[in-house]
């Protein structure tokens, strides 16, 4: 059986390694990808630092940039030459920290002309992420095609995105306003303003000043924030606080797993995935923590969200690519090790940690 490289976690916080495994000859509506460009996101770290949901050795990754070079009989999407781009996450042979991707075709999507593999990979886990949370935690409508003139109820009622700088709070700004919403607020740090407005932000709070909760409640006074996502699920960087923003009747979605104490060259990471455990939440909050994994039992997304939805909003410029920061290194090895350290050091800054795969 052909084989190629990938990399896989052998232990808590040990270094990564490559191992060779089976190439999988796509089946069905299926197809093979050349991976050439991925992203790390935290989840790579907290299968690393922390082990959750791993059996050792695990491969990682689960965004992908690259060249369809086999096709299933049943496939009708794709062809072999296609640039695609997804997000692919179920099993082994779907990872992304690989040279060879094989899975359905319904998870990816063509790159749009114009954009380069790693600018295409910066969307997929991220822009998924925000509708998943979007419809499924926070009750917003998100209608494709969007109708000419739409407008959705409660337009001009207050989103907080919390973590706005972050990967998925920045398409989550973008798609707010592709939706008509006209009263989003942003905290990030006072660095990422300006790109947050120039995005569709109306207000931007900085995290860092201690009066951000008292600033945010003040900008709400009249109506309250009845949609909130934490884009960081921080249990005191985010949580907390976001905590005492959410008043009854408001819906709050955290992404998981919520942080208790971040991985460290000296800690191990500490997690909880039951958001109401972590925080004093007010009577009458909603709270659900983010399992985007579960966005294909939505069915229309299943069948359009990545290979059209997200297909569209890159090609017409409904969002715009995270800037992207380029892991060097001279070795698939090499660079994998260098992100995965990167993400412990927490490094990117409103920007994606972006690397080769395939040489």
Known sequence: ????????????????????????????????????????TPLDLHQNDGGLLVTHPQRLGDGIAGT?????????????????????????QEKAHQEFCTTNEWLLARVPEGFTLQEA?????????????FTA??????????????????????????????????????????????????????KHHPKLKSLGATHTFDYHDAAVVSQILAASANAGIPKILDCIGSAKGSVAPVAQIAKAGAKVA????????????????????????????????????????????????KEHLQPDVMYAMLKEGIVEPNPQRIVEGGTLLERAQKAMDALRRKEASGERLVWRVAD
């Not at 070079?69 to 997000?87: I, K, M, Q, W, Y």
């Not at 990979?121 to 949370?133: E, I, K, M, Y």
Request: glycine letters at 8%; proline letters at 6%.
């Open 1 to 40: 059986m052909a084989t190629h490289s990938a990399v896989v976690t052998v232990g808590i916080k040990k270094p990564l390694q490559v191992h060779q495994v089976p190439t999988v000859t796509p089946q069905g509506d299926e197809v093979r990808v050349r991976v050439e460009w991925t992203a790390s």
């Open 68 to 92: 369809v070079v086999e096709v299933g009989p049943n496939a009708t999407r794709l062809r072999v030459g296609d640039s695609v781009f997804g997000f692919t996450w179920r099993s082994a």
């Open 121 to 133: 990979v910066t969307l997929p886990n991220n822009l998924v992420t925000v509708f998943h949370a």
């Open 137 to 190: 935690d926070l009750d917003i409508a998100t209608p494709w095609p969007k109708g000419e003139g739409y407008v959705p109820e409660g337009a001009g009622r207050a989103v907080l995105v919390w973590g706005g700088a972050s990967s998925v709070g920045l398409y989550a700004v973008q798609v707010l306003r592709y939706y008509g919403y006209t009263n989003i607020m942003a905290v990030a740090s006072a």
């Open 254 to 301: 955290v992404l998981l797993p919520v942080v208790v104490r971040d991985s460290s060259e000296t800690e191990d990471p500490v997690y909880e995935m039951d958001v109401r455990k972590v925080a004093a939440w007010g009577e009458g909050v909603q709270v659900a923590g983010v399992r985007t994994h579960f966005y294909l039992q939505n069915e229309f997304f």
